[in-house]
């Protein structure tokens, strides 16, 4: 087993230190919280070895799992990493573009592995179809949720869109050709809710929408590809695939069929593969431990997180524009 430690202690460290002490995959030795009070607070109520310092807890451990605000990605992976420690960064992974190359180029160094907390990638609606997305030309999605002041120190892009452009990133196999955006501060100083439109150099485009001071929570993502429409309800676990075919020249009684102007007729039928229920959170975090373990690539690379980031801040740059 893996010995593992968890830098941050608030809403998520919690839940990942939950996770970790369940998983068969690795051993928690314990946390690292900068706040005292809380710090006390989870050890006391949960049981978990509370360390005093950051390196205290590295020293211990295989792999970091760094839980902490984003402006300390950088700071806690360079610690971890030059001490030959595996890191697990929750997303963003960390504050600059720049900042996370020099992640990458250490993490190469000391050859360790890294693995971004894109948890998405991991929801089982998603996973059910992803094999399905083949070339989409058009991609449509919705992040939208009800305001929660924790998280509004950064823009709604880094906050809630950043999932969905992983997962439009790792599915879209061509490079970013151009970023159209905008996006309005609604109740924090940076905005709240953002549109973009990323046009990729196959031809793809992705209509990119979030905002997190909506009336009800919906995370939905649409992929219109040749000859099929899937859909993925992130928030209900669910997901739905459309096909077309050639119509048979004897349809029958129940078969759905369409006909162009050219008189062409195609049938649709549905492909719903089955969703296999999970924790996403759990599944990240013993995946990131069966990469090393076998050493493999872990699921969401250290450039995966990276070249998600870059986006976004395109995405900041162009609402940014024109303001």
Do not use: W
């Not at 899937?230 to 078969?255: H, N, Q, R, T, W």
């Amino acid at each position: 087993m893996l010995k593992v430690g968890v830098l941050g202690a608030g809403h998520l460290g919690k839940i990942h230190l939950r996770l970790l002490n369940q998983s068969s995959k690795y051993q928690l030795v314990g946390f690292f919280d900068p706040f005292e009070e809380n710090a006390k607070k989870v050890a006391t109520e949960f049981g978990y070895k509370k360390f005093d310092s950051i390196e205290a807890l590295i020293n211990e451990v295989d792999v970091v799992d760094i839980v902490t605000p984003t402006l300390s990605h950088y700071d806690c992976a360079v610690k971890s990493i030059e001490a030959g420690k595996h890191v697990f960064l929750e997303k963003p992974i960390s504050n600059t573009v720049e900042e996370a190359e020099k992640i990458i180029a250490l993490a190469q160094k000391h050859n360790v592995k890294g693995q971004v907390g894109h948890v998405e990638r991991f929801n089982p609606a998603f996973q059910a179809v992803k094999d399905k997305i083949e070339n989409p030309m058009f991609i449509e999605t919705h992040r939208l949720a009800e305001f929660n002041p924790r998280g509004t120190d950064v823009p709604v892009v880094l906050d809630l869109m950043i999932h969905d452009i992983d997962a439009i990133l790792s599915v879209v196999r061509s490079k970013v050709k151009s970023v159209n955006a905008s996006g309005v501060a609604v109740i924090s100083d940076s905005p709240d809710i953002a549109n973009a439109r990323i046009e990729f150099e196959n031809g793809c485009v992705a209509n990119v929408t979030s905002s997190r001071i909506s009336m009800k929570n919906m995370r939905k993502s649409r992929f219109f590809q040749k000859d099929a429409y899937i859909s993925v309800d992130y928030l209900e676990k669910i997901c739905e695939v459309v096909k077309m075919k050639d119509a048979p020249e004897i349809p029958g009684d129940f078969d759905m069929i369409l006909q162009n102007a050219e008189g062409i007729k195609k049938q649709i039928y549905f492909d719903n593969p089955k969703v296999n229920a999970n924790n996403a959170i759990l599944e990240e975090l013993e995946t990131f431990a069966d990469a090393i373990n076998n050493n493999t690539t872990p699921i969401v690379t250290l450039e995966d997180g990276t070249e998600a980031l870059r986006v976004a801040y395109m995405i900041i740059e162009s609402m940014e524009n024109k303001s």
